[in-house]
């Protein structure tokens, strides 16, 4: 079944994003050359895939790279926790090729709870 939002994710998706966008936000306001972004394009050229997305991104431009400060993975685990594949796969590609490791947040436990169900 598609995603009626699309690649932007679902709702409760979209709510945990901004919210960990606001947070990166808040931490690096003020910090000379580092910009917060949301949906942060990075090259992955030996991944799994050509480039990813990243959530959110705090990274500073450099002259000859990109420096990243903090990256954020919003997304789904499976029954024992841990990322599904896609994102599992996701962040193994930009932990290579960036050498900054990737915090996951899973949104449905964010948002819904631990058993993922609304309250």
Not at 18 to 25: G, N
Not at 58 to 86: C, F, M, S
Not at 97 to 116: L, M, W
Request: glycine content about 8%.
């Amino acid at each position: 079944m598609k995603n009626p939002n699309g690649k932007k994710g679902s709702e409760a998706h979209q709510e945990v994003q901004e919210d960990e966008f606001e947070k990166l936000l808040a931490k690096y306001d003020g910090i000379l050359n580092v910009d917060v972004g949301m949906e942060v394009t990075i090259a992955t050229p030996k991944g799994f895939k050509k480039f990813r997305v990243a959530d959110v991104a705090a990274y500073e431009v450099l002259t000859n790279w990109i420096k990243y400060h903090k990256i954020i993975q919003v997304g789904v685990t499976d029954k024992d926790g841990n990322p599904v594949k896609r994102e599992q796969e996701a962040i193994q590609d930009i932990e290579q090729h960036t050498g900054a490791k990737v915090t996951f947040v899973d949104y449905i436990k964010r948002k819904f709870g631990k058993n993922g169900k609304s309250n």
